[in-house]
T-cell receptor
Framework: DSGVTQTPKHLITATGQRVTLRCSPRSGDLSVYWYQQSLDQGLQFLIQYYNGEERAKGNILERFSAQQFPDLHSELNLSSLELGDSALYFC??????????????FGQGTRLTVV | AQSVTQLDSHVSVSEGTPVLLRCNYSSSYSPSLFWYVQHPNKGLQLLLKYTSAATLVKGINGFEAEFKKSETSFHLTKPSAHMSDAAEYFCVVSDEPGTYKYIFGTGTRLKVLA
C-alpha cells in the first residue's frame, strides 16, 4: 500500500458527462501529480500541484481541470467526456518535487470507462 | 528533452532463469532514473531509483539496475525469475531540472513460464 488513496476505483459514464476523480496523497506529501494511462498513448503526465498551486502542466486537455485543496487532497475534473477519455487515471504524490532526489508514490488508479 | 526507450515490449523467461529488461535514455542533464512495476489491476510500485549516487542500484524483490552513462542505459535485472514477477515494468526518467514530471517508457510486459 503506497499510502495514496484514489476514489472511486471504477467509474462508468456516458459521453458528454462530467466526472470528478479524487486523490488523497500520502501523509506529509505536498506534491500531487495526475497521470493518464491509455492503450494508445501509454502513461502520460497531465498536471502537478504543489501545496495548493499548479506547478507543471503536461498533455492535459482543456476539458480537464484539477485543483488541490488546503488539506492537500486533489480532484481531477473531466468534462464533456468522449469515448477516447476512457483510461486509467493515476494520482501520485511526493514530499517535494519529482526529479530532485525524490520519487513519486502512486495510487491504484481510477478506471474510467466512457460509453 | 528527456526520453526513455524500452527496447522490448514483451519478454518471456522461465521461472528460475535470469531477467533482463532493457532501457535506454536520452538526457541533456544528469538524469534521475526509475523503474516502476505494475501488476494486473494494481497501481505502480517503485522498484528502484538512480539519482547520481552509486551506479549499481539495488531495489526490492531482488531487482537491480546499472546506470551506464557511456551506453545511456539503465537495464533492469534479476538473477532468478519468480512467477510473482509477471507484470508490466516501466522505465522512467525525470524531466529536466525545473520541471516536475515523469516521462514513462512504453513498458515491457514480463511473462514468467513455469
Amino acid at each position: 500500500d503506497s499510502g495514496v488513496t484514489q476514489t472511486p476505483k471504477h467509474l462508468i459514464t456516458a459521453t458528454g458527462q462530467r466526472v470528478t476523480l479524487r486523490c488523497s496523497p500520502r501523509s506529509g506529501d505536498l506534491s500531487v501529480y495526475w497521470y493518464q494511462q491509455s492503450l494508445d498513448q501509454g502513461l502520460q503526465f497531465l498536471i502537478q500541484y504543489y501545496n495548493g498551486e499548479e506547478r507543471a502542466k503536461g498533455n492535459i486537455l482543456e476539458r480537464f481541470s484539477a485543483q488541490q485543496f488546503p488539506d492537500l487532497h486533489s480532484e481531477l475534473n473531466l468534462s464533456s467526456l468522449e469515448l477516447g477519455d476512457s483510461a486509467l487515471y493515476f494520482c501520485a504524490s511526493s514530499v517535494g518535487h519529482t526529479g530532485v532526489n525524490t520519487e513519486a508514490f502512486f495510487g491504484q488508479g481510477t478506471r474510467l470507462t466512457v460509453v | 528533452a528527456q526520453s526513455v526507450t524500452q527496447l522490448d515490449s514483451h519478454v518471456s523467461v522461465s521461472e528460475g532463469t535470469p531477467v533482463l529488461l532493457r532501457c535506454n535514455y536520452s538526457s541533456s542533464y544528469s538524469p534521475s532514473l526509475f523503474w516502476y512495476v505494475q501488476h494486473p489491476n494494481k497501481g505502480l510500485q517503485l522498484l528502484l531509483k538512480y539519482t547520481s549516487a552509486a551506479t549499481l542500484v539495488k531495489g526490492i524483490n531482488g531487482f537491480e539496475a546499472e546506470f551506464k552513462k557511456s551506453e545511456t542505459s539503465f537495464h533492469l535485472t534479476k538473477p532468478s525469475a519468480h512467477m510473482s514477477d509477471a507484470a508490466e515494468y516501466f522505465c522512467v526518467v525525470s524531466d529536466e531540472p525545473g520541471t516536475y514530471k515523469y516521462i514513462f517508457g512504453t513498458g515491457t510486459r514480463l511473462k514468467v513460464l513455469a
